[in-house]
Each structure stands twice: as C-alpha cells, then as structure tokens.
C-alpha cells in the first residue's frame, strides 16, 4: 500500500514538473510569501486580472516561509529564482546593501494602461522610513511594501495582569513560568529585550531607540543573552507561528509576537470564549514591515509587477487585511474607512493617513496610536555581524530545555520506561509459562 502511495506520488511529481518545464517561464510567477499572509481567492483573482490586463496566462507558483533569515539564506545561495519576495525591512536593507534586488520598472503597466496603484496607495508614513533605510539608495525604487504593524505581548488577562504585561520583564515573570512564548525571530526578540536592559539610557537620552537598532555589540549581544537564558527554564515554546493558537487554546498566557498575530489571535480567542490582549510595552519596542522585492534571480520581473501592483490595489489590501488580521501598508482612504467601528474609542493616525486622521476609531492593536509608534523603531541590518547573532540564538534555543520540554521528555521517558518494564514482565512470564 505504502509502495504504491510513493510510486503515485512520485508519478504526480513528475507529471507536475514535466507541465511546468513544458510551460514557458514567462507564464510562470513565482511568489515567495510569509505563510498565512494572503487572503483565500487573492491568487485566483491576479491571475484572471493579469490575462485582463496583458491578454496573456500566467500561472502562480505560490511557496511559503515562516523565518525570516531562512528566507534569505535561499535567496543569498541563489538557488532559487523567485520573482517576488516578502521579506522584512531590515532583510531588504541587507538584500540591497549586497546587490540582490532589481529595481522597479513601470514600464510594462504603462504599456498596458495599467493603473499604478503602487504609486498612488503607499502611505508616505512607510515610504520615509523605507527611504531612511539605506543613505546611498532610495529603497522605494526596490522595494513596496505589503504589511506592517508593532511588536508587542499577547497575554491573557485572565492570568496576566496589565501591569505585567506592560513591560518586557514579562518573558522572564516567575508567575508565568511554563506559559511563556518567544518568536523564533532573533532580531525581533533582541530589540526588545536590548530596549527594556537600556531603558535607563533611553530615558536619559544617553542612547536612542534607533541607534538601539543598530546595536551589534559584543556587550549587548552577552547582556541580551544573560536575560533569554535567564528567562528560557519558563518559556514553552520559540514558535514561527503558531503561538497564536497556542494563546487560543490557553496552552500558553503570554507571547512575545507581532500585532497581526494578535488580532488574529484575539478574534479566535473571543469565538472561543477565551479573552486575549495585546499591548506594546512601556519601554519601547519595533515597528516593522514586509515588503515586496524582485530579487535579482527573477525570471518573470513584468508579473513580478504587476503582482506587487495588484496588491497595492485597496479591495485587495482590505481582503488580506480581514483575513489575516495583518494591516496592509495602503494609505488609501478607503482601507482607512473599510476599518472603521464607532464602537471604539478614537486613535491620532495623522501619521499614517494625514492631518484629516488624527482621530478616528479603529482598533488601536491594528493601527496603532502616535503616542505608541513615537516610542517604537525599525530595525536595521548588521551586516556581517549577524553571524553573531544568530550564534547567540542557537546558544539560547539549544542550550536547557525549557519547562515544557523538560515536562514533555520526563513523561516520554516514565512511557518508554514504563513500557520496557512491562514488555520485560511479559516476556519473564512468557518464559516462566514455557519453562513450566
Ligand atoms: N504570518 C505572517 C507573519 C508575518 C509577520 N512579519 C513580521 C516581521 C517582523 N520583523
């Protein structure tokens, strides 16, 4: 039965790959997203719209990723020739400071009369911090970018007061030891806990948030570490992303994770009778975005952008804006509109809409207040000092195990234990009866 599973599967394989190489590449768009990170149709809908627009087929070969710097270390090997890609602002800041991005080229959406909503609906709120991000180049040329939103802590207030969860001192609360989750995302883990071990500095203006970003220390590298290992014995989990559901099944109280997580997050939760909450601590944290590039392996860089535009299309950015509870970069006054509940209480967006913004109600965790984006930062790249980086992590992901392993590998051995014992007995007994 298995052999014949593999040999269909196998078969499958093939006939797929032969109907691709068949195909010829400029019919094929091969899109590199994070996963649950697009709405249900979206990709349907681009490729009916494309033939619209051009009068020509294409098809989507649509693949997905959870961590960032694996991501990128596919497209540093070159191994892969992606047309569009989603990675993180301080990943685009390192994509272009190496020469791996193609720059935009409009050329083809005028040919075709196509409207360029990528011009029209960037907010410039994300444009000038795209345009800070490399002094020599204008990030914009390369680079839209797709969503954006905070890093923050999802708790549960059944468990976790506010106060608690106010302050980055959270990930390492004895109280909730065994119910605590990490990103697995260094960088979005470092700042943070970089931040709250600095708020004395930033306080006294010694340093700044963005000089914090760009902090590659040896120092800060073994004082952040001290702090992860530290907190490690209680944390459950370093998860990609499922520590949404984790919060939703009350498997974990507390989460260090990003704001679209945790709409989503509390919008399940609410279905299941469980309350969740997010908030930004009080000491600073990270704004961040994805964006879309055209790495310089692409093959097909005229749907490359004609994808990128598509998405920049406001129905399309409110469809994936519902569906994964992620706010899209779209400074479109009907995205604005499309999230508007007089129920809650007003928010200053001026920052992001324009002067007219400065106070409407919207959920404060999706489009966050001006009070809470002044006391965030973008990340930035570190170069070659990443390595060190990442070595700390593998330090604090593979050194002690954390409660939950250690639960879940103490109750694996009593089983194996429990079993060989028995088996044992059975086989004593077995051998008793054939001896009498
Ligand atoms: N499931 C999609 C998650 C994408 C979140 N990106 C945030 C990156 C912050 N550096």
């Given at each position: 039965?298995?052999?014949?599973?593999?040999?269909?599967?196998?078969?499958?394989?093939?006939?797929?790959?032969?109907?691709l190489?068949?195909k010829d590449r400029k019919d094929i768009l091969k899109v590199y997203n994070w996963s649950d990170y697009i709405a249900e149709g979206v990709i349907d809908d681009f490729e009916a719209w494309y033939k619209e627009q051009t009068g020509n087929d294409i098809e989507v070969i649509y693949m997905t990723?959870?961590?960032?710097?694996?991501?990128?270390?596919?497209?540093?090997?070159?191994?892969?020739?992606y047309d569009v890609v989603c990675?993180?602002?301080?990943?685009?800041?390192?994509?272009?400071?190496?020469?791996?991005?193609?720059?935009l080229?409009f050329?083809a959406l005028?040919k075709t009369g196509t409207e360029n909503y990528i011009?029209k609906n960037t907010?410039?709120?994300?444009?000038?911090?795209?345009?800070?991000?490399?002094?020599?180049?204008?990030?914009?040329?390369?680079?839209v970018a797709f969503m954006?939103?905070?890093?923050?802590?999802?708790?549960?207030?059944?468990?976790?007061?506010?106060?608690?969860?106010?302050?980055?001192?959270?990930?390492?609360?004895?109280?909730?030891?065994?119910?605590?989750?990490?990103?697995?995302?260094?960088?979005?883990?470092?700042?943070?806990?970089?931040?709250?071990?600095?708020?004395?500095?930033?306080?006294?203006?010694?340093?700044?948030?963005?000089?914090?970003?760009?902090?590659?220390?040896?120092?800060?590298?073994?004082?952040?570490?001290?702090?992860?290992?530290?907190?490690?014995?209680?944390?459950?989990?370093?998860?990609?992303?499922?520590?949404?559901?984790?919060?939703?099944?009350?498997?974990?109280?507390?989460?260090?994770?990003?704001?679209?997580?945790?709409?989503?997050?509390?919008?399940?939760?609410?279905?299941?009778?469980?309350?969740?909450?997010?908030?930004?601590?009080?000491?600073?944290?990270?704004?961040?975005?994805d964006g879309w590039v055209i790495?310089?392996?692409a093959k097909n860089t005229e749907a490359a952008t004609y994808f990128i535009n598509f998405m920049c299309r406001p129905d399309i950015a409110i469809r994936n804006m519902e569906e994964t509870?992620y706010?899209a970069a779209n400074?479109a006054?009907?995205v604005?509109?499309?999230?508007?509940?007089?129920?809650?209480?007003?928010?200053?967006?001026?920052?992001?809409?324009?002067?007219?913004?400065?106070?409407?109600?919207?959920?404060?965790?999706?489009?966050?207040?001006?009070?809470?984006?002044?006391?965030?930062?973008?990340?930035?790249?570190?170069?070659?000092?990443?390595?060190?980086?990442?070595?700390?992590?593998?330090?604090?992901?593979?050194?002690?195990?954390?409660?939950?392993?250690?639960?879940?590998?103490?109750?694996?051995?009593?089983?194996?234990?429990?079993?060989?014992?028995?088996?044992?007995?059975?086989?004593?007994?077995?051998?008793?009866?054939?001896?009498?």
């Open positions: 039965m298995n052999k014949i599973f593999k040999s269909v599967a196998v078969a499958a394989a093939i006939i797929s790959a032969v109907s190489s068949a990723f959870d961590v960032n710097e694996s991501m990128l270390s596919k497209i540093e090997k070159g191994h892969e020739d990675p993180s602002d301080y990943i685009i800041e390192r994509m272009l400071n190496n020469g791996l991005l193609l720059p080229d050329d005028e011009v907010s410039p709120y994300i444009r000038n911090m795209f345009s800070q991000i490399n002094p020599k180049i204008d990030a914009n040329k390369y680079s954006w939103g905070t890093t923050g802590i999802i708790y549960n207030p059944e468990f976790v007061s506010k106060e608690d969860a106010s302050t980055w001192n959270v990930i390492r609360n004895p109280k909730y030891f065994g119910k605590i989750l990490l990103k697995d995302a260094p960088r979005d883990v470092y700042a943070p806990v970089l931040i709250y071990l600095k708020q004395d500095e930033l306080k006294s203006g010694k340093v700044t948030l963005q000089e914090l970003m760009s902090d590659s220390s040896d120092e800060s590298l073994a004082a952040v570490e001290a702090m992860l290992m530290e907190a490690k014995p209680g944390v459950c989990g370093f998860e990609a992303d499922l520590g949404k559901e984790q919060m939703t099944k009350n498997r974990a109280w507390v989460s260090l994770n990003w704001s679209g997580d945790a709409v989503w997050a509390i919008e399940e939760a609410a279905a299941v009778g469980v309350t969740l909450d997010y908030i930004v601590p009080e000491e600073g944290s990270t704004v961040w975005f790495p310089k392996y509870g706010i400074g006054w009907e604005l509109e499309s999230q508007i509940d007089e129920s809650l209480d007003p928010v200053d967006l001026s920052y992001f809409f324009g002067e007219e913004a400065d106070s409407v109600r919207v959920d404060p965790i999706l489009y966050p207040d001006r009070a809470v984006i002044e006391r965030c930062a973008l990340e930035h790249d570190w170069g070659e000092d990443t390595e060190k980086l990442l070595d700390m992590w593998q330090n604090v992901k593979g050194s002690k195990a954390g409660a939950v392993t250690y639960i879940i590998l103490g109750v694996a051995v009593l089983a194996i234990a429990g079993a060989a014992f028995a088996s044992k007995k059975k086989k004593s007994s077995r051998h008793s009866k054939k001896r009498r």
